[in-house]
């Protein structure tokens, strides 16, 4: 019994060694390199919070390909919080038995054409209280190269409590200038590793993270607290979204936070103004739903082609809430090739055909009638300066016009 102990001991310590040790001639990658589009693929927190397993993400790698959302564009396979067991005496960490064995999951993942993301967080302790990387950064960043791991989501929560209020106690400024140099520090420990693994900040938009994450190698961040799958939440993320147009693009974008499309008791309509305000964003889109049991009007929504297509556009420049009316909200967002995108949104209750809303083409910077299509029917669609429109309640216009008038 003893010697079995003794033997699974120097087995879990060659196998750690294993697992820390750098790769000889490690290929360097700018991270630049990725995420030139905003990221896609679904993420385990919206559904499944601490309850997800290692075969979660294989039914949701499997239903990725099986939906044609993989096709579609959604290629991370992203496991949040909960994943953590502990760390062993070299500080090497551990999945909890959930997660039996991350790297042949990533490598089924890697095997349907997909990619891995992980989470983690620059304090002790995740949200959740599991492990945090906490003077473990290298460490873990090359335990996730080791593993094939491709995305990281980097949450602060403890970060907050135990680092910055203890080491800066009344100094809000010293305690942001810790938080920044906590992302960075995750930064080096990635690059280090050679991988181009996708580096997404999630601190909740503090101290206008929009500013600066670029330049501690955030290649998304989250703009707001979380999303939940109520209408009033989305429409609060996206309506905070108007005005930082400018800092996104091509390798680094705003996150207003994964998707709730098909969670929860979100209308049809509620589904698609949350997505398409999210495709006008150039917002990663992080479907968050509990992809087996999908319904076939949800797969229509997120595999929607047209809509994919605003989102990813390769100019890579967000939209513009260009002007309001009351509960109506209308965006533009300006496309390659000259095409543009314009999403009306009536997020009230009570607008009826009586007091329909008047589009104003003008404050567009368009310039007389136009024919567009409207994504959400697929139709041809005429515009018209102060045309009537009717709108049911939290329900979406979304036109593309490809040749301007
Ligand atoms: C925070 C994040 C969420 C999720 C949870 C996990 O609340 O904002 O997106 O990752 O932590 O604990």
Not at 117 to 131: F, K, L, N, V
Not at 300 to 324: E, P, W
Not at 348 to 358: A, C, K, L, M, Q
Request: glycine residues 8%; contains cysteine; hydrophobic residues 40%.
């Amino acid at each position: 019994m003893r010697m079995i102990a003794l033997l699974s001991f120097v087995l879990a310590s060659l196998t750690a060694a294993a697992q820390t040790s750098v790769p000889a001639k490690a290929p360097r990658v700018p991270r630049q390199a990725v995420a030139q589009t905003p990221p896609m693929g679904w993420n385990s927190w919206n559904y499944f919070a601490e309850r997800v397993s290692d075969k979660d993400i294989r039914d949701a790698a499997d239903q990725l390909v099986s939906t044609g959302m993989k096709d579609a564009g959604y290629i991370y396979v992203n496991i949040d919080d909960a994943w953590q067991g502990q760390r062993d005496a070299n500080g090497v960490l551990h999945p909890n038995t959930k997660f039996p064995d991350m790297k042949a999951l990533a490598d089924y993942v890697h095997s349907k054409g997909l990619k891995i993301g992980i989470y983690s967080g620059p304090g002790p302790q995740t949200c959740a209280r599991y492990e945090g990387s906490l003077d473990h950064e290298a460490q873990d960043a090359q335990l996730y190269a080791q593993w094939g791991i491709d995305y990281l989501k980097y949450d602060l929560c403890s970060f907050g409590r135990e680092v910055m209020q203890k080491q800066a106690p009344n100094d809000k400024a010293a305690q942001m200038r810790l938080m920044a140099a906590a992302y960075a520090k995750m930064d080096k420990a990635l690059k280090a590793t050679g991988r181009p693994i996708v580096y997404s900040l999630c601190q909740y938009g503090w101290d206008a993270v929009w500013e600066w994450a670029p330049s501690v190698g955030g290649n998304l961040w989250r703009t707001t607290g979380d999303i939940t799958p109520n209408w009033d939440r989305i429409y609060a993320i996206a309506s905070q979204q108007a005005g930082l147009e400018r800092y996104a693009g091509p390798g680094h974008w705003n996150d207003p936070d994964m998707l709730e499309v098909g969670n929860g008791k979100l209308t049809l309509a509620e589904n698609r103004s949350h997505f398409s305000l999210w495709a006008m964003l150039a917002a990663p889109l992080l479907a968050g739903n509990d992809l087996p049991n999908m319904k076939p009007e949800i797969k229509a929504i997120l595999t929607n082609r047209d809509i994919i297509a605003i989102d990813q556009d390769k100019l890579g420049k967000q939209g513009s809430r260009v002007y309001s009316e009351g509960e109506v909200d209308v965006w533009e967002r300006h496309l390659a090739g000259g095409a543009v995108a314009i999403a009306v949104i009536n997020a009230g209750d009570s607008r009826y055909s009586t007091h329909p809303i008047h589009l104003n083409l003008a404050k567009l910077g368009l310039h007389g009638p136009q024919t567009g299509k409207d994504l959400w029917t697929g139709k041809t669609i005429k515009l018209r300066d102060g045309q009537p429109l009717e709108l049911a309640s939290h329900d979406v216009l979304l036109v593309r016009i490809n040749a301007l008038k």
